[in-house]
């Protein structure tokens, strides 16, 4: 799969530039892999996340954080990584946060949470909570977008900044594109603001209210 082994790739040469090299003749095909296939179901995909080692989140994890939810879902959210009690637990979004994600999907979507699928850009927890770096980040983004590609959503929900920019490669501020309707492959891409930062910014919730309604427009014309 290329976005694993760009991933692999990638690491390789932060693993050089950490020994020192600052150049090296190093060509991409002598440093290439034998091809690695991610597996082609959520079960064995999840295995396979369990097991991981491919950056450094691994040595601070407790549990991996797969994702959960229907896996023929048409509404996917991404956020940005597990938090203290997603990390204990293994489930996205089950602390403060995640009570209030629900609320959302419960209260303005009108689904149950078993009804879309949750996952994270990474899938280990950054100590302290801080962001992850852009290389745990696209070592990890394979088996995020393996999990896109089985789940096949309709439309993915990005929350906060972070998850926006790893998932697009675009750094414009999410205040800037909340809202938006992005045409991505296969599916319509939606940024809103983490729930995180509604809970410490709650005059913002009437915004992402808003994305929401958008969504649930979107989603009765699917
Ligand atoms: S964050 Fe992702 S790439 Fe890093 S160890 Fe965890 S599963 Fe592997």
Redesign the pocket.
Known sequence: MRNLHN?LLLKQLYLLRELGYRYTDVTPSDLEPDPVELPDTLESLEKT?TN???????KS?HK?VFGEGDPHAKLMFVGE?PGATEDSTGRPFVGRAGELLTRMIENVLHLRREQVYIANI???RPPGNRV?TPE?AL??RP?LMKQIELIRPRIIMTLGGTAYRYLTNDETPVSRVRGHIIRSEGYLLIPTFHPSYLLRNPSAKKLAWEDLIKVKELLNTL
């Open positions: 991933a996340v991981c080692h491919l950056c450094d989140l691994s994890r991996t990584g990474v899938k280990c992850p745990e070592t990890c088996y």
